[in-house]
């Protein structure tokens, strides 16, 4: 059995941040031993940085996504087309769409995907929301932007169910070749989809 | 008869050779570590029962994505009064470009990890998939003799691992349709479901489903013209391949497209009875693979047992070639106790026929006469004695 190196605090640190996606028991360890190390640049900062997110991270009523205001950033900025809305899973996902920078559009989170075996059904998802927010925003177009997962695709199947009888187009991303890929190394799944989902050049 | 050098990889044309370099194991079974250096030629392992021979064509196998050839519980893989982990490494020669492999069960600050690990060069790769972008490793094993008499789902699972040697995303589409079919079943046994979610679920069970009946029907495609490359009459009779199942039959006449909207229809009518059945009666998790013995016209289930296994031995063979050809590189072949149920004859067959494909086939033996015709076109190794 190993034995403790620190006291119960650093132990309490370093199980707290083994906790942290992407990080496991060495890792945590290692960035631990680097906060302690670096108190004032960093230890001190950081826990500072932190209560302010404790004190000030709300969920926003309007889209699901995070931030310190509600309504957030991204649903009060008035140049954003109110009438186009991107439905993402999480959160992680809005901010990957929003670091590729190429839609001007307010986002929809959904916070998972239909899943009967984890047992998370339509109610468990701001599915509903979705829905009346389609309705009352006068939304025109709404992108399905969620993962190419059986339960992303279920979910995406789902919605646009919910949503044909709206007057809303309901798209979703293309699936096919990357950025950079060559068709010899595709599949043919990927390369049925890409044929499918073919653009006029 | 002895079998030179110079006749490795005639029959696989312009496939290149792969071949395992080296290969090492820890906590693995009977082995608590075990390192051995191998060339490119045919691996003979003999040795009394209880050795540790099938043991090591297991390690092999599981430098393939699975549970390996004895589709073993990874955890009673581990080696008795060990630590609960285990790892098998592998340096593939060749046209495997010295790519070290790593892969088993890691020991987590909670004890073994639940899922098995891939390194390939020393960085952790996402899903044991990767491995299948770096070789091919086919088998027979004395468990699969009843497959021709046995259960359907034998000859599917088997059938299913033929293809994902040559269609490495096989596997995931049947996974994905297993999970959407499993999320139905769930669904349909709460009564609560709404029909809109039925549908969504059904519509992604239709779109794999199809996609996993036409990769199947490829495949047998393939390997029949693989077969019928070989002497119909030869020491391994030719099998001729059906597949018995709705959705690859319907893919014999009608586009995928249209067959996945017929089998939606169909999901969306049989919920009555999936739900009274408490499984979903329709799909490619009921296909069959039929197999013929092509020169009596006769039914593999109904030939002599050892017909039954000269007719399997003929598909790995024929699957063998296929896969070499597919993939531009030899797989690596394990045959367990394949020899000694072959008469002289036979035997000598499948040494010359594994030495012209030039993969590097691993076989077992309790006795080593068997495998003298091979001389020192294989690689001889008495276990444990030699290792």
């Known amino acids: ?201 | 008869m002895t079998l030179h050098d110079s006749q490795l990889g005639r029959e696989t044309g312009a496939a290149e050779a792969l071949w395992l370099s080296a290969l090492g194991l820890a906590n693995f079974r009977n082995y608590e570590r075990l390192s051995l250096a191998l060339d490119r030629r045919p691996v003979v392992l003999t040795g009394p029962n209880g050795a540790g021979k099938t043991n090591l064509l297991e390690a092999v196998s599981f430098l393939s994505p699975g549970r390996g050839l004895r589709r073993a519980r990874l955890a009673d893989v581990a080696r008795r009064g060990g630590d609960g982990s285990w790892a098998v490494t592998a340096t593939l020669g060749g046209a495997g470009d010295d790519v070290a492999i790593g892969t088993g069960i890691a020991l987590g600050p909670e004890g073994p990890e639940a899922t098995r690990q891939l390194r390939l060069n020393r960085t952790p790769a996402e899903s044991t998939q990767a491995l299948l972008e770096h070789l091919r490793v086919v088998w027979l094993t004395p468990a699969m003799d009843g497959l021709f008499t046995g259960p359907a789902s034998d000859r599917r699972r088997f059938l299913d691992r033929l293809v994902l040697a040559v269609d490495p995303r096989h596997g995931e589409r049947v996974n994905a349709f297993e999970r959407a079919m499993r999320g139905r079943n769930r669904l349909l046994a709460d009564h609560t479901a709404d029909r809109s979610w039925l549908t969504a679920i059904e519509a992604q069970m239709a779109e794999h489903g199809v996609a996993v009946a036409a990769a199947r029907r490829e495949c047998v495609a393939l390997l029949a013209g693989a077969i019928a490359e070989t002497q119909p009459d030869g020491p391994f009779p030719a099998a001729r391949l059906a597949l018995e199942g709705t959705l690859e039959t319907a893919l014999d006449g009608a586009p995928a497209s249209g067959v996945e909207d017929r089998y939606r229809g169909a999901l969306a009518t049989g919920r009555g009875a999936d739900r009274a059945a408490g499984r979903t009666l329709d799909g490619p998790h009921l296909s069959d693979l039929a197999v013929v013995h092509a020169p009596k016209a006769m039914e593999a289930a109904s030939c002599s047992t050892g017909e039954q296994k000269a007719l399997l031995i003929g598909i790995v063979l024929a699957h063998a070639r296929l896969v070499a050809r597919l993939s531009g590189r030899t797989p690596i072949v394990l045959l367990d106790e394949v020899a000694a149920h072959l008469d002289p004859e036979r035997r000598a067959a499948l040494f010359a026929i594994l030495v012209g494909l030039g993969c590097q086939a691993w076989m077992t033996g309790t006795e080593p006469a068997p495998f003298t015709a091979l001389g020192d076109a294989a690689q001889h190794f008495a276990v444990p004695e030699d290792l």
């Not at chain 1, 309490?12 to 108190?39: E, F």
């Not at chain 1, 809305?85 to 992680?92: F, G, T």
Request: with cysteine; charged share 25%; hydrophobic share 45%.
């Open chain 1, 1 to 201: 059995m190993s034995r403790a190196v620190a006291g119960p605090e650093i132990e309490r640190l370093i199980q707290l941040l083994s906790k942290l996606p992407g990080l496991g028991p060495r890792s945590a360890r290692r960035a631990a031993l680097h906060l302690i190390q670096k108190k004032d640049q960093l230890l001190v900062p950081l826990t500072q940085a932190m209560e302010v997110a404790v004190d000030r991270v709300v969920v926003c009523s309007r889209c699901g996504n995070v931030d310190t205001s509600d309504p957030c950033t991204i649903c009060s900025d008035q140049r954003r087309d109110p009438h186009m809305l991107v439905v993402v899973e999480d959160v992680a996902d809005l901010w990957a769409l929003e670091r590729a920078g190429v839609l001007n559009a307010r986002y929809h989170v959904l916070g998972g995907t239909l899943s009967p075996l984890d047992g998370v059904g339509p109610d468990d998802l701001s599915i509903d929301a979705l829905v009346e927010r389609v309705s009352a925003d006068a939304v025109t177009e709404v992108i399905l932007a969620v993962n190419a997962t059986v339960e992303g695709q279920t979910t995406a199947h789902f919605i646009t169910d919910r949503l044909a009888g709206l007057p809303v187009k309901v798209s979703r991303l293309a699936h096919g070749v990357p950025v950079g890929g060559e068709l010899d190394y595709l599949d043919e799944g990927t390369l049925s989809a890409a044929i499918r989902s073919r653009t006029p050049f």
